[in-house]
């Protein structure tokens, strides 16, 4: 593996640097990181039946409500524009990393929807960028303060889903690295410098997630479903978690028996338990269900 093994104490010490820059601004705003009384993480499930199916051109309104919703949601904000003050300061330089898999793309109108509340903030033009491939030679993306993560989760033929955790490989100099023993250590991508607690906000997008593939570049409209949904938080784990168990749920419906994925989506799992980085672990995530209900799966 070409990135450092890192020990227990530094993990620990450079995780709770990067909850601090991760959660700057939102100073001791209860439910976020989970109080030291309730130790959750927040997570936000927010679905709207007006998505189209299939998730084609869904409507810019609809989508820009359904990230405001969970955005005041996941910051206990009384307003948008509160929210986003908590999340991103005018001085900030902001790269958003999205996907862009041709098949399954992080959705424009999820980009539009994002690069508006920032610009709201003060952020100038000039000073965000939208992209996946490349990050790592684009000046914003190099200078940046600021990132916002968002992908859609899909199975994934090296990792088991392609997640939140696994959107960040870009920014890596050699992403083959990152590939030994099903991706297992994907988390250890978020030391790298040009991420390193730098991610505000993670918006995992569940319009129309692939649940099923066969090798590494499979797609078939059979295996994707109008679940019509997005799941917002500031931990990309449970974020990761909690589309890992509507994934999970869908396989069971689908094929009626537990299919477990071919590899183990064990990046997740090992995130929070041999890299802390976030939360995977179902009991500890506080999971806020907003909008439209039928299908939920969990």
């Avoid at 997570?43 to 998730?55: A, F, N, Q, S």
């Amino acid at each position: 593996m070409a990135h450092q093994k890192i020990t227990r104490r530094k993990m620990i010490k450079n995780t709770t640097a990067a909850t601090v820059g991760g959660a700057l601004f939102l100073n001791s705003l209860p439910g976020i990181w989970g109080s030291s009384s309730e130790k959750k993480t927040r997570v936000v499930l927010i679905r709207d039946e007006r998505i189209p199916d299939y998730g084609t051109d869904p409507d810019q309104d609809v989508v820009q409500e359904m990230l405001d919703r969970a955005v005041i949601e996941l910051t206990g904000a009384t307003n948008i524009n509160e929210a986003w003050e908590k999340i991103i300061r005018p001085d900030d330089i902001v790269g958003i990393k999205t996907n862009a898999w041709k098949y399954l793309p992080t959705p424009k109108e999820v980009e539009n929807g994002l690069k508006k509340r920032i610009l709201k903030t003060g952020v100038a033009e000039n000073n965000i960028a939208i992209s996946d491939r490349g990050v790592r030679n684009m000046p914003v993306f190099q200078k940046a303060t600021a990132l916002i993560n968002t992908r859609p989760m899909r199975t994934h033929a090296w990792s088991g889903v392609g997640s939140l955790l696994k959107n960040q490989i870009m920014f890596a100099e050699r992403p083959s690295a990152y590939h030994d023993d099903a991706c297992a250590d994907l988390a250890t991508l978020w030391e790298l410098p040009q991420i390193k607690g730098k991610t505000r906000l993670n918006v995992l997008v569940m319009f129309t997630p692939l649940f099923h593939g066969v090798g590494p570049h499979h797609f078939n409209k059979e295996y994707v479903w109008s679940y019509k949904g997005l799941v917002v938080s500031f931990d990309p784990v449970a974020a990761d978690s909690v589309g890992l168990q509507i994934i999970q749920a869908r396989r069971r419906e689908y094929f009626g028996e537990d299919r477990p994925l071919s590899p183990h989506a064990k990046h997740i799992e090992y995130a929070e338990t041999r890299h802390r980085l976030g939360v995977a672990d179902p009991a500890r995530i506080e999971l806020v269900r907003l909008g439209y209900k039928e299908g939920m799966l969990i």
